[in-house]
RNA sequence: GUGGAUGUAGCUCAGUUGGUGGCAGCACCUGGUUGUGGCCCAGGAGGUCGUGGGUUCAAGUCCCAUCAUUCACCCCA
């Protein structure tokens, strides 16, 4: 009986975690020069928050958890949910009118797996609480496309307006309208959506439901006063920024809590999961789960996977070695002599590798070369026994003599060569 | 949840009308060089042919089931 990793549960190895480690490690530095603070969130909340966040109605919600049913507590499907309750449940709006936070880690639903997409799945998920300034969320936006830039990707972002309480009814009481009319037009998935979620039909791939959606009401011209106004600030900011964003006023979003500013990155690269990030902004929805009144959110979340994805496609192997120095023995003694010799490296801050399986030089060279170390100190007998040892520079090819004194100054010596 | 494709060495894959698992490539180990990497050459090791049934004298090959992987739908990051 083979024990093996669940369907849907991916163990990440090395060659690809130092992807990952790039990935965290750009994104970090780039959160940082925006000034956002990392929150580390716990995976395991009460169902009911889910519930009450996302929407009772929605996938997510309805299908794809992971919960513990008899203990009423679910796996997080999103990171949104839980930042919300701790920012309410700590009290952070007090401490600053305006909070900054992201968070990073894995997610879990229940989907069928495919391409970018598993059931434990990795996010980084940003957000700002408490400001309702449309520079805020070009500022969002900029900042996502400055991290997957600075990745080396090219992928393009799409931008929406959902409006709010104020504007959407109206909407979709002539969407439904219109949906009514076209009714025997559209796809299966599309009769069924008209009534569970009828925003949803504008953004079906289907080319018969699209070619009946263009002349849809837009959501663009039912927006009230202050939702235009808002747009209008979003689009300046953009352009002053020197976004790149097209509005696609058939974007629409999953979970019922976004309103007014919807946005995704989207790549052509990933087959169906074409968005590596995406979120948008939620009024109303801090309130909703019992949190101070009236103040405002945006956010939006990144996918690991997918941007992975991207970066192994975009280019081969990392080939960095993260190994300064390969200690090669030759023999009982000058093996002896190596091990000490490389714990005291390590002891001093080098990254050392030794073979202790007593394998030939040539074997040791080829080990060497294969973790592209830039140098191999090779303790042969005949030196040892003069206290002298070869460091060879596996680049040139050069090899100089070392006089082996005390173990501490030999590691001096040996970290100002191979550091210079 | 629905539909399609695929499971043979660590990886990528051959395997004919059923008739003994491949001098296959990459990777790994050893040697060619009494103590020096990348190239080359020689040798070596590595397999429950996803699993369980069935048909057959005989199954990697045909049939059924099952598990897994994968792509798409759905949904979403």
């Known amino acids: ?5 669940l369907n849907g549960f991916k163990d990440i190895l090395p060659g690809e975690v130092e992807l990952w480690q790039r990935l965290e490690t750009l994104a970090r530095d780039i959160f940082a020069r925006f000034n956002f603070s990392e929150i580390r969130l716990p995976i395991l909340e009460k169902t009911d928050l889910f519930a009450r966040a996302i929407g009772e109605a929605t996938d997510i919600v309805e299908k794809e958890m992971y919960t513990f049913v008899d ?10 949910a839980s930042l919300l309750r701790a920012y309410i449940e700590h009290g952070l709006h007090v401490q600053k009118p305006v909070q900054r936070l992201f968070t990073i880690g894995p997610m879990f639903r229940h989907e069928r797996p495919q391409k970018g997409r598993l059931r434990q799945f990795h996010q980084m998920d940003v957000e700002v609480l408490g400001s309702t300034s449309p520079r805020v969320d070009a500022e969002m ?6 991290l997957l830039a600075e990745l080396g990707l090219s992928v393009s972002l799409e931008m929406n307006s959902l409006g709010c309480p104020v504007c959407r009814p109206g909407f979709r009481t002539s969407l439904l309208a219109f949906l009514d009319e076209r009714h025997q037009g559209l796809c299966d998935d599309c009769k069924r959506r008209s009534s569970t979620n009828p925003l949803r039909v504008l953004d079906c791939k289907n080319p018969k439901c699209r070619e009946q959606v263009l002349e849809a009401p837009s959501l663009l011209e039912h927006l009230c006063a202050d939702c235009a106004d808002h747009l209008s600030g979003v689009q300046e900011g953009l352009e002053q920024l020197g976004v790149q964003y097209s509005l696609n006023k058939f974007m629409v979003r999953g979970l019922d809590y976004y309103t007014r ?33 009236g103040v405002p959110g945006i956010g939006f979340a990144l996918g690991m996977e997918r941007l992975v994805l991207l970066l192994q496609q975009k280019e081969a192997e990392l080939t960095a070695s993260g190994v300064d120095l390969f200690v090669a023995g030759l023999g009982e003694q000058s093996s002896r002599y190596g091990f000490g010799l490389t714990h005291a490296l390590r002891t001093g801050g080098m990254r050392v590798v030794m073979d202790l ?8 060279m080829k080990q ?14 005949n030196e040892l026994a003069e206290g002298k040892a070869v460091l060879r520079n596996m680049a040139t090819q050069e090899q100089q003599e070392l006089l082996l004194q005390d173990e501490a100054s030999t590691v001096q010596t040996l970290v100002a060569l191979i550091s210079a």
């Open 1 to 5: 009986m083979n024990i093996k990793a």
């Open 368 to 381: 060497a070369g294969k973790l592209g170390v830039p140098y191999v100190l090779i303790l042969g007998e």
């Open 261 to 293: 500013t919807t946005f995704e990155f989207i790549t052509g690269d990933l087959g169906a999961q074409a968005a590596v990030g995406a979120g948008g902004r939620y009024d109303g929805l801090i309130e909703q789960l019992g949190g101070p009144r």
């Open 71 to 80: 203990k009423q507590v679910t796996m997080r499907p999103e990171a949104t």
């Open 357 to 364: 399986e007593g394998r030939s030089l040539k074997s040791q």
């Open 141 to 146: 936006m900029a900042m996502g496309a400055m």
